[in-house]
């Protein structure tokens, strides 16, 4: 889900432009496929968002796992992490779905040895 397009609004009144949704009524259409994603996952599965405003050439990052640096890493953030919240979510860094193309599946098995962890 881009939140750009649910603050449209707000970028159009700083004279940036609006993002359009390209599937009508905002609202309805990201509650809508939400719940189909939602309900596509097992019911035993505890299901997450990554709630993206985007980011320019991947330059900041969200997650607990970041392809550069594997599950070491993510390890290490995982820990930083624990000292500041009891309970947390393993996460890829923002920008995944724009990354090169071959680095999915590593960046995938990366993440699900993390969350194995859990």
Same mark, same amino acid.
């Given at each position: 889900?881009?939140?750009?397009?649910?603050?449209?609004?707000?970028?159009?009144?700083?004279?940036?432009?609006?993002?359009?949704?390209?599937?009508? +009524?905002?609202? !309805?259409?990201?509650?809508? %496929?939400? *719940? $189909?994603? /939602?309900? &596509?996952?097992?019911?035993?599965?505890? #299901?997450?968002?990554?709630?993206?405003?985007?980011?320019?050439?991947?330059?900041?990052?969200?997650?607990?796992?970041?392809? +550069?640096?594997? !599950?070491?890493?993510?390890? %290490?953030? *995982? $820990?930083? /992490?624990? &000292?500041?919240?009891?309970?947390?979510? #393993?996460?890829?860094?923002?920008?995944?779905?724009?990354?090169?193309?071959?680095?999915?599946?590593?960046?995938?098995?990366?993440?699900?040895?993390?969350?194995?962890?859990?």
């Amino acid at each position: 889900m881009e939140f750009q397009i649910i603050e449209q609004a707000t970028y159009a009144a700083r004279g940036k432009g609006a993002l359009e949704s390209w599937w009508g +009524e905002t609202w !309805a259409g990201l509650t809508a %496929r939400a *719940v $189909e994603q /939602a309900g &596509r996952v097992p019911i035993d599965v505890e #299901v997450g968002f990554h709630l993206c405003y985007g980011d320019a050439g991947e330059k900041h990052f969200v997650g607990l796992v970041h392809r +550069e640096d594997g !599950a070491e890493g993510a390890r %290490r953030r *995982v $820990e930083a /992490a624990k &000292r500041h919240v009891e309970r947390f979510g #393993v996460a890829t860094e923002c920008g995944c779905g724009r990354a090169p193309a071959d680095a999915t599946e590593g960046l995938l098995r990366t993440h699900a040895e993390v969350a194995a962890a859990w």
